[in-house]
Every structure is written in C-alpha cells, then in structure tokens.
C-alpha cells in the first residue's frame, strides 16, 4: 500500500508567477483535499475533489485552483503568486464516506520572493 | 462554523512524565474528532480519532484522548513522555456531515531528557 506523495518538494517562484503542484493519492482513496499551512499556523482547507469535481472549497480566491485525474491524483494550480502564498501545502486523500482520517503527503514548501 | 482552540502555543514536560495537550472545539452536529502529529519538515501523522463510543479513546505510540462532550474538549494524554514525542500537534474536527476538517493552530511539544 503506498501512501500519499506530492511534488516537488521545495520550490521557489517569482510573485506574480504561476506554479503546479502535485499529489497521488493513496491507493484505495478516492477524493483529494488539500491545504495550505503557513509558518506557526494550523492548516487551512483550499478544497476537495471527488469524481474530478470540486467538492467543496474554503475561504481561498478563485486564482487557486485544482484538477483530479481518473487515477483520483490531483493538481494544485495557483496564479499571480503572492508573497503571502509562501506556505507548506498539504495533499491529503481519503475514501470518501469513510469514518477514517486522511491520509496526508508529507508537503510541498512554496516560496515566494 | 466549526472551530478549534488549542490554548498552549508551547508544553514542556520532563521525560517520564505524563502529558496533556489541550483541544476545545466548536461544531454544531456531531463532533469527528482526531488529532495529529507533525515532526520537523514532514506532513501529518494520524494519531487517534474520536467517532461515536467510548469517551477514552486509545491511538499510535501510547496516546490516549478524552472526549468531553459538556466540556466540548479533546485532550490528548501520555503517561510517560519520551524525547522523541517532542513535535507539533494539531487537533482537528468536522461535523458528521462536513467534507472537510477544521485544525487548532498546534502546539508544539518539548519533552526534555
């Protein structure tokens, strides 16, 4: 059983540029939450995704957005970067219905100078 | 709106010792609760999680969690507290028909040998 990874791992963008990010899901899970956690913050939800449709989304401008693919992995995609985008972002997959947590990917670290 | 307290932004303990991480929430149906682990550079960890049942509920690593329900809190406890527990931990909620989970800003865990 594999988990969840993301990629890349680290990344460093010029404010007003465009980024991807990007998530498998572990095997077996069916829907992709992700979230951004900035320094000395707990996570904040961006979004889900479940049957490649958004399923659900926080309090996050329309210049983030996301994709899910038939293999249920997923991108991130977010434009005009700001320097407040600077932040850990969190993939986390789940079956949805399940009483179960997510399972999360250990995290790409944006910076945006 | 569902919401998350964790009043300490820092514990300290002694190795050995017992410890307590406090959690408050606020949601309005049936609280899901669960908390996690973050250690340095690293994504979440699942911990345990509070469902229906049994207000004590047993997780990884020798936690345990209280589920208060009058108190509408979530401590997380250990008896004897090893060095290696010293990381972030965030409590985290949804309501039993919520998509998404709402976190605690974190506290951050020192056990000192």
């Known amino acids: 059983e594999t988990g969840v990874t993301q990629s890349p791992t680290h990344l460093i963008k010029t404010r007003g540029q465009q980024v991807t990010l990007r998530c498998s899901s572990q095997s077996g899970h069916n829907t992709v939450s992700w979230y951004q956690q900035a320094l000395g913050q707990g996570p904040q939800f961006i979004f889900q995704y479940y049957r490649e449709e958004e399923n659900g989304r926080g309090n996050f401008p329309p210049r983030f957005s996301g994709l899910q693919f038939p293999n249920y992995s997923s991108e991130l995609n977010v434009n005009a970067l700001e320097l407040d985008d600077s932040a850990l972002y969190l993939c986390a997959s789940s079956l949805r219905g399940s009483n179960y947590g997510y399972t999360f990917g250990s995290g790409t670290r944006l910076t945006v100078v | 709106a569902q919401s998350v307290a964790q009043p300490e932004d820092q514990v300290n303990v002694a190795e050995g010792n017992p410890l307590t991480v406090k959690c408050t929430y606020s949601v309005s149906g049936n609280p899901y609760l669960f908390w996690y682990v973050q250690y340095p550079n690293r994504g979440l960890q699942f911990l345990l999680k509070y469902i229906t049942g049994d207000n004590l509920v047993k997780g990884s690593y020798g936690f345990e969690a209280e589920f208060n329900k009058s108190q509408t809190s979530f401590h997380l406890k250990k008896p004897s507290a090893l060095v290696s527990d010293s990381a972030l931990y965030f409590c985290?909620?949804?309501?039993?028909?919520?998509?998404?989970?709402?976190f605690g800003p974190g506290t951050r865990l020192s056990v000192l040998p």
């Open positions: 985290a909620v949804r309501n039993n028909y919520g998509q998404n989970f709402v």
